[in-house]
């Protein structure tokens, strides 16, 4: 009988009762926690859809699970003679070395670069034209007078907003020790709105006139002969009563472009009668009240209550984090099936801040630019620690990240100081099925969840990926994962390939959601991955060369 029999099954025993149990714990924690997780590193996670805790198989455990290093290279006990359990060769494995690893993605939450995009176009259209009235000379003028209502309730909605995140980092793993070095940056965009407002054209907006400024506007060369209003029809074309039959045609063709509801079109109309009426729109007969007490002073870029649409206190939010860490990671095994890791993170954050008035005009043009400008450094350390637990077939693991909540200082803007950026705690787990020795199937699953970089925007993300590796040549990777805390994306789905050439591996990634967003021309907000037609509301991409035996 092998002495280490018994020390196998009370080990195994006290490990098993430890996952239950913080398993079990961390399913019931309910509060939000600002976290560091809507990263994939390395290109054979991003393939399989950050499906990595329990499968991780090189230096990226310093992300996924640092306690996978405890398998790699270690001959000295009798069990590790035994591959029954090794998965995956870790033991065969004595060092390896990321030459590079870098990613980068981004994603909407809604449909802000339109919504601000539109409201931009607003100032023109509302402003006071030459002789008096609206400002009305093509088809774009005349999808303002539909569109400016969907634009206001969108960023009158806290969760609609733009994020991404770059990566890049390197690291060397000898046997069960490991160094690394990363770059983290996450960006985020979102409105504060100020709805509790009322926009005083100065001047009264005559039917007839308006009628003549729309039934003369350009660009409607493509509108179908006899096309017959969807919308405007019943109570809402009783609404505008005083505009002609070509002009609603038009008006109700440019709505139907733009894809709006019948909600959407109906409070245009009203909006619009009002504007005909007594000249003025008031915003908050629109999308409701949404106080301004919430922006800061430091972000306070106008005063509130004047007559012109420059006065209206709506804030473009930018709020990004970037941290350069130094990661020491060392894993150990206690028995032939379980491993216990760790890291300790050196540290150096930075907290952006930045805002940007909506309607002040071509205000957001060097809305890309800005989010670096104003910041605060601070240094501090990160502890991560992971379980690894390995069987024949299956694998098991939990992460947690950021056990000691390193906190890093905001900066002073217009002489208030804007919130610091505290990584609170972060618990991850996943479960790896291996029918053969070169097919792999693991679900991951955030066990609470935190808010992103977005201030009103929670994630908690479930993962399913797979990966078959072919000969050891050619793996080809496939995997899903979705935010059950929201529901703006849906599912997002990746893919990958790795190439080996022998102790050279090449592994490329890429990522995109099922839902789309349609974008106008936009000529306002510099968006390089959001910038015209259509795209996926999310996209990532990721690249990894390594060496590793």
Same mark, same amino acid.
């Given at each position: ?30 509060n ?13 996670g ?60 981004a ?8 919504y601000?995009?539109?409201?931009d ?6 402003? =006071? ?6 400002? %009305? ?12 209502v ?55 907006v005559?039917?007839g ?12 060369e ?9 919308y ?9 009563s005083?505009?002609?039959d ?14 709006l509801s019948?909600s ?6 009203? =909006?619009?009668?009002?504007?005909m ?15 301004t ?13 004047g007559?012109?649409? =420059? ?16 990661? %020491?990671?060392?894993?150990?095994t ?8 760790g ?35 601070t ?7 992971g ?20 906190s ?6 217009n ?11 972060q ?39 797979? =990966? ?15 935010n059950?805390a ?14 080996n ?47 590793d035996?």
């Amino acid at each position: 009988m092998s002495p280490f029999k018994n020390l196998y099954s009370s080990t195994f025993k006290q490990l098993f009762i430890l996952m239950i149990f913080l398993t079990c714990f961390l399913l019931g924690l309910q509060n939000p926690a600002l976290a560091m997780n809507n990263f994939f590193i390395g290109a054979r996670g991003q393939g399989m859809a950050g499906a990595n805790v329990a499968c991780v198989n090189d230096e990226t455990a310093q992300h996924y699970n640092p306690a996978a290093f405890g398998f790699f290279g270690k001959k000295q006990q009798p069990w590790e003679l035994d591959t029954t359990y090794d998965n995956y060769d870790l033991s065969r494995k004595n060092w390896g070395f990321t030459i590079f690893d870098a990613g980068a993605g981004a994603k909407v939450t809604g449909d802000l670069p339109n919504y601000v995009d539109t409201l931009d176009k607003m100032i023109d259209t509302f402003g =006071e034209g030459e002789g008096g009235g609206l400002t %009305i000379d093509n088809k774009e003028d005349v999808k303002v007078l539909t569109g400016f209502v969907p634009a206001l309730q969108g960023i009158s909605d806290p969760k609609n907003g733009l994020q991404f995140n770059l990566n890049a980092g390197t690291a060397v793993r000898v046997k069960n020790y490991a160094i690394g070095a990363r770059m983290f940056f996450n960006g985020g965009a979102w409105v504060n709105a100020d709805t509790d407002f009322t926009y005083d054209l100065g001047y009264t907006v005559d039917p007839g006139d308006l009628s003549e400024k729309i039934e003369n506007a350009e660009g409607y060369e493509d509108i179908p002969q006899g096309y017959e209003p969807q919308y405007i029809t019943g109570n809402t074309r009783n609404d505008l009563s005083g505009l002609s039959d070509d002009a609603v045609q038009k008006l109700d063709y440019a709505a139907n472009e733009q894809g709006l509801s019948q909600s959407e079109v109906d409070r245009a109309a009203k =909006e619009l009668n009002s504007t005909m009426q007594d000249g003025t729109i008031d915003f908050n007969q629109v999308v409701g009240n949404n106080a301004t007490d919430d922006i800061p002073e430091a972000y306070s870029t106008q005063q509130n209550g004047g007559d012109a649409l =420059e006065d209206n206190n709506s804030t473009l939010f930018l709020r990004s984090f970037g941290v350069a860490e130094v990661p %020491i990671s060392y894993g150990h095994t206690v028995s032939e099936h379980w491993s216990v890791g760790g890291n300790f993170k050196l540290m150096q954050g930075r907290v952006y801040a930045e805002a940007l008035p909506v309607f002040e005009k071509n205000a957001t043009e060097d809305f890309g630019d800005k989010f670096t400008e104003a910041y605060k450094e601070t240094t501090n350390f990160g502890i991560d620690l992971g379980i690894n637990g390995r069987y024949q077939m299956f694998n098991v693991g939990i992460i947690a990240r950021n056990l000691n909540s390193p906190s890093f200082d905001g900066p002073t803007v217009n002489g208030t100081k804007i919130d610091d950026v505290t990584l609170d705690p972060q618990f991850r787990m996943g479960v790896a099925f291996m029918p053969w020795n070169n097919l792999t199937i693991e679900l991951d699953y955030d066990l609470n969840s935190y808010d992103s970089v977005i201030e009103n925007y929670e994630e908690q993300n479930i993962a399913l990926g797979a =990966e078959w590796d072919i000969y050891k040549i050619l793996a080809l990777r496939l995997g899903a994962y979705k935010n059950l805390a929201e529901d703006e994306v849906g599912t997002v789905y990746t893919g990958g390939i790795g190439l080996n050439f022998w102790l050279c591996r090449l592994d490329i990634a890429a990522a995109a959601s099922a839902d789309t967003l349609t974008l106008e021309d936009n000529d306002d907000l510099d968006m390089p991955l959001y910038d015209n037609g259509e795209a996926p509301k999310e996209a990532r991409v990721n690249a990894k060369l390594s060496v590793d035996f």
